[in-house]
């Protein structure tokens, strides 16, 4: 079921450690799907796991985690060459896509080698809910703060642009963030960025912010623009969603 917009979730969350199976779906997870509308049968989500090289573990990890929750999962692997033989087409059938951290370098690098930046834009335009976490959230953005080349945080600039701001992810759990988002703001290499603490997603309708939300009490989220020669941060706070 496609939505009435194109729909992204962006998040630093979604997981947690399960009782039964080592990681479950988080609240943030699950508001993708509600944000999919898709009710009367399982939601179908597909799960890509590209920044992490596609890890194996990982890919298991989530389909346990999909038949805990009900969800009819799959696994999109790129590595050593696409699982799927019409992934436009596996894609644009799906609810939700949700993306797992990582690398957003790679992750970039390696999307638009298989076109994956132009499958995406459709995917989105479609009314398929994107949704990832970290560098699975960063992606959608036109860039953000990301340590995929090494322990120095640096900037990335070549996100897709589905939202034309930037992104900070991780932003109370890793101090150096956000430091170098207000550096990268004031001094315009990133445009308006928008961040989330973990455990927090933003909700975007088309490119509009429309809500905040939360797996984790007492967490926010904030909008950074550029203020003269600086930056200013504008705090918002998320509406703590129900247990899934």
């Known amino acids: 079921m496609a939505t009435d917009s194109p729909t992204i979730l962006a998040t630093s969350g979604g997981y947690r450690f399960g009782e039964r199976v080592r990681i479950e779906f988080n609240h943030l997870v699950h508001h993708a799907v509600d944000l999919s509308g898709a009710s009367g049968r399982a939601p179908r989500v597909t799960f890509v796991g590209t920044a992490s090289g596609d890890d194996r573990a990982m890919c298991a990890d989530m389909l346990q985690a999909g038949r805990a929750a009900g969800f009819d999962l799959t696994c999109l692997n790129l590595f050593p060459m696409p699982n799927l033989e019409d992934i436009e087409g596996h894609l644009l059938d799906q609810d939700v896509v949700w993306v797992q951290g990582g690398s957003v370098a790679n992750l970039l690098a390696v999307w638009r080698v298989h076109s994956l930046d132009v499958v995406f834009r459709r995917v989105w335009e479609a009314g398929v809910v994107l949704s990832g976490v970290s560098a699975g959230s960063i992606c959608w953005y036109a860039g953000g ?21 930037g992104n900070g992810v991780h932003y109370d759990s890793e101090e150096r963030r956000r430091p170098l988002v207000h550096r990268l703001v004031a001094d315009g290499t990133l445009p308006e960025t928008h961040c989330t603490d973990d455990g927090v997603g933003l909700v975007y309708r088309g490119t509009e912010l429309v809500a905040a939300v939360a797996e984790t009490p007492a967490k926010g989220a904030y909008i950074v623009r550029r203020d003269g020669d600086g930056a200013a941060e504008e705090r918002i706070e998320p509406r703590l969603l129900p247990a899934p």
């Not at 703060?145 to 701001?165: E, I």
């Open 145 to 165: 703060t990301t340590d995929s080349f090494g322990p120095q945080l640096r900037a990335v600039t070549d996100g897709l642009a589905l939202l034309p701001y």
